[in-house]
């Protein structure tokens, strides 16, 4: 269809700490039939299942990805070959109605939770407003993101601030905008925020805790144990101590106790061992203070599939095993149970976005075939940063050429800048093709740089046939005006 382009507008805890099998990227394409029927590719609330798009390699694509003739595929009713034409390369298209339905999901799933949405995996003024609509909450990591989603209307009693290092700026922001909850991170945070609280309020907080727990689908996404930058640990008796320090001041009001495990965990193992050891620090804190704290924050992290055959988190059964856990552990220790939070992001934009490059050279070193495109890891950082891989596609035309392993790079002076490596491409791709790469929502264009001053893609929303643009491509004169030296 053609695109019609609108205006830019627990109890005490002894036990040792679980350690969750990571999840590793797959090496190769190889995996065994087990394996292959263990995964599904669905959107949040299905189980491990045999996706019919299989046969047509969209299975990781937005539910309304549909084959076109001549090798296109239409997204949302949109031509993404006409959408290259149009909005130029690199883009990112958004399917509108994935967002919304997964966003629906998550309500459906936890129907009694407060569901925030991780602006940091991508924000801009029309998914805040999708995510409003739809019911969620926002999840913000700094002054940027919260006034961004303020300044468009959403509700800041609605917004968690949270951050490792938050700013004297981001604070102020936050108690400025009357932010919702701020989760506090360390205890010269609790001093910092306490000191500038207005002495007429109570800024509601909760306290990031490190509950011990291994689980990610890589090292540098793993956020629950004690080597790293995020929280407060209960081994070491830092929690219990901000607990305490945040119980003192007057104008904060501890509310709750947040964690987060890290990202791509494709069990619910590691989030039902996380919520006994909360429930114990809940009971902790009752029995020391005689405080029964209303609110248990336990993040996000929710795994996607980004490629045919890998895994996703089954978040119906999360949500079944969370709320049983929480329940009985409740009471067994004698506590109210508190009201759930969950953080996701990914799970929610990722398999709603799809990037689309054009193919720049074809170029044959040895016995590797590279295959150069116009974007890299200027919009895509993440295949470099740790090691995501992706499935490309040929679109834009027919190939009945045999398929063979090329490795797509980018554009930028990077050894380093690889999108997919060791792909099955049609063995006539060449130069001016289009590729596609589906499950781009999430951490794309939020990590986005300026590297090589190539300028960031835009963003086009799709739904019905219509694309709109969101963002816009940043041009050369955009970057030229932060260049105030002579």
């Known amino acids: 269809m053609s695109i019609q382009e609108l205006p830019v507008q627990e109890l005490p805890v002894q036990e040792l700490p679980f350690q969750e ?7 190769s394409g190889k995996q065994s039939v087990r394996q292959r029927r263990a995964r599904g590719a669905g959107r949040p609330g299905e189980g491990p299942h045999t996706d019919a798009r299989d046969a047509e390699g969209l299975s990781v694509w937005p539910r309304s990805a549909r084959p076109e003739p001549h090798g296109d595929v239409a997204v949302g009713g949109v031509s993404l070959a006409e959408a290259a034409d149009r909005f130029g390369t690199p883009v990112y298209v958004l399917d509108e109605q994935e967002v919304r339905e997964r966003c629906r999901a998550y309500r459906t799933a936890f129907p009694e939770a407060d569901v925030v949405y991780a602006a940091k995996a991508f924000l801009c003024r029309a998914m805040a407003h999708w995510v409003q609509d739809e019911g969620l909450g926002l999840d913000v990591c700094s002054a940027g993101e919260l006034a961004l989603a303020v300044t468009t209307g959403f509700p800041p009693e609605k917004i968690v601030l949270h951050g490792n290092a938050k700013s004297p700026e981001d604070l102020r922001t936050a108690l400025r905008l009357g932010v919702g909850r701020i989760v506090v991170d360390s205890t010269s945070e609790i001093t910092r925020l306490a000191a500038i609280a207005p002495a007429d309020s109570r800024q509601k907080v909760l306290v990031r805790v490190v509950p011990g727990i291994a689980a990610g689908g890589h090292v540098k996404v793993r956020t629950g144990t004690d080597d790293q930058k995020f929280g407060l640990s209960v081994t070491d008796g830092s929690a219990q101590h901000a607990v305490t320090r945040t119980l003192d001041q007057p104008h904060l009001e501890l509310v709750g106790l947040h964690c987060h495990l890290g990202s791509q965990i494709a069990t619910v193992k590691p989030y039902v061992a996380a919520v006994r050891r909360m429930v114990g620090l809940l009971a902790r804190i009752r029995d020391q203070h005689d405080v029964a704290l209303p609110q248990l924050n336990i993040g996000g992290g929710h795994a996607i599939a980004y490629r045919p ?12 095993r969370v709320r049983a856990e929480l329940e009985d552990g409740c009471a067994r220790a004698g506590l109210p149970v508190p009201r759930l939070t969950l953080e996701p992001g990914r799970a929610i934009v990722g398999p709603a976005g799809v990037a689309v490059y054009r193919v720049l050279a074809v170029k044959r070193t040895g016995e590797h075939t590279f295959v150069a495109v116009d974007g890299g890891m200027s919009d895509n950082p993440r295949p470099a940063l740790y090691g995501v891989r992706y499935a490309p596609r040929l679109i834009g035309r027919a190939s009945g050429a045999p398929p063979r392993l090329v490795t797509v790079v980018g554009r930028h002076c990077e050894a380093g800048d690889i999108l997919a490596d060791e792909v099955a491409l049609p063995g006539d791709v060449r130069p001016g093709d289009l590729l ?4 781009a929502g999430a951490y794309h264009l939020s990590m986005a740089s300026g590297y090589n001053l190539v300028g960031r893609p835009p963003v086009v929303a799709v739904s019905d046939g219509v694309a709109r643009v969101l963002v816009r491509r940043e041009s050369l004169d955009d970057m030229s005006r932060r260049d105030v030296g002579v």
Not at 309 to 320: M, R, T
Not at 436 to 439: D, E, M, W, Y
């Open 309 to 320: 055959g890998e895994e996703n988190l089954n978040v119906s059964v999360l949500a079944g």
């Open 21 to 27: 099998p990571p999840v590793q990227e797959p090496s």
């Open 436 to 439: 596609a790469v589906p499950v």
